[in-house]
């Protein structure tokens, strides 16, 4: 029996549609890595996410690491990069008071000993210095880490402006002599340590143990470079309420298929390789589901900075 057209037709169609889903795969994937900490360990301690990637989903995963927060927020906005496993939820805000739709939630970084969903931005000083709080740093040097980081700019400029007023444009009323961007947490810390100026912002997560840094943040990875005696070099003077931990992004027009599969392969890395995971976002921690309203406070604090601005 010969087939009929309809039959033809549907089986065209069919073979049509699988080619279009085939093709629609992307063959590259690009993971995009925030700035302003030590570029050389950042790459290595994503090395392994790359190999997991690659595997999972039979692409070439790209390492899209940039110098500052808004390289990967215009990679985002470009469709240039695909996924952050570690996003500034700043950034975030950037990125969706811009484009709502440029990206979805594919989960939250949530500590695996307390469960704890945050962090907080801290400011530090050196351990040998007469600061004992924020107050003690009126008429010194202090530094803030990128425009686009929450911990490193967006809460404290916020907390300051209240305490001190003023803005950064001012000093906060000439409470600080000078205030400078260093460019990252890392450069912050070190910028302390070496006598750059007298405070800076950082970031942490204030849980675990001190002398290791605690279980997320910017301590621990000064730590694990070359730095095992920072915390008995620093002090921490003053820390701010607690902020959510970053939001793991995917971008939202990567065709639905293959966003589906890269949903899953992110869940796959924490269960599977959860020690490569935890290299990856810079702490102990673990994926848990999140949803915009955790972000919101954030975004309306991104979006009254913006709107001072113009």
């Avoid at 907080?120 to 040097?141: F, I, W």
């Avoid at 450069?187 to 605690?214: C, H, K, M, R």
């Avoid at 490569?276 to 994926?287: D, E, N, S, T």
Wanted: glycine share 8%; aromatic share 8%.
């Amino acid at each position: 029996m010969k087939p009929t057209l309809s039959i033809i037709t549907l089986l065209a169609g069919a073979i049509i549609s699988v080619a279009s889903h085939a093709a629609e795969a992307p063959k590259e994937l690009n993971l995009g890595i925030l700035g302003g900490q030590n570029a050389t360990q950042q790459i290595g301690d994503n090395q392994c996410v790359k190999q997991f990637m690659d595997k999972k989903l039979n692409v070439d995963t790209q390492l899209r690491n940039s110098s500052d927060y808004s390289g990967v927020i215009q990679g985002i906005l470009g469709e240039k990069v695909d996924l952050v496993l570690s996003m500034s939820p700043s950034s975030f805000a950037s990125v969706y008071l811009n484009n709502p739709n440029a990206v979805d939630l594919a989960g939250i970084v949530v500590d695996d000993n307390d469960q704890s969903r945050g962090y907080h931005s801290v400011v530090v000083v050196k351990a040998d210095s007469p600061y004992q709080k924020l107050e003690d740093l009126k008429g010194k040097s202090f530094a803030f880490a990128d425009p686009d980081s929450t911990s490193g700019y967006l809460i404290p400029d916020h907390v300051f402006k209240k305490q001190f007023g003023g803005n950064i444009d001012d000093k906060y009323k000439n409470f600080f002599s000078s205030i400078t961007f260093s460019g990252g947490h890392e450069q912050d810390i070190l910028g302390v340590l070496n006598g750059q100026f007298e405070g800076a912002v950082t970031w942490s997560s204030l849980t675990g143990d001190y002398n290791s840094g605690y279980n997320t943040g910017a301590f621990g990875r000064l730590i694990r470079a070359d730095h095992p005696d920072l915390m008995k070099q620093i002090r921490i003077i003053w820390q701010s309420p607690v902020i959510p931990n970053g939001p793991i992004l995917v971008r939202h027009s990567l065709p639905p298929e293959f966003k589906a599969k890269l949903m899953d392969a992110i869940k796959q890395l924490d269960k599977e390789d959860h020690q490569c995971f935890i290299k990856a976002v810079g702490g102990k921690q673990h994926i848990a589901p999140t949803s915009l309203a955790e972000f919101q406070d954030i975004i309306d604090l991104k979006r009254e900075l913006t709107q001072v601005k113009r």
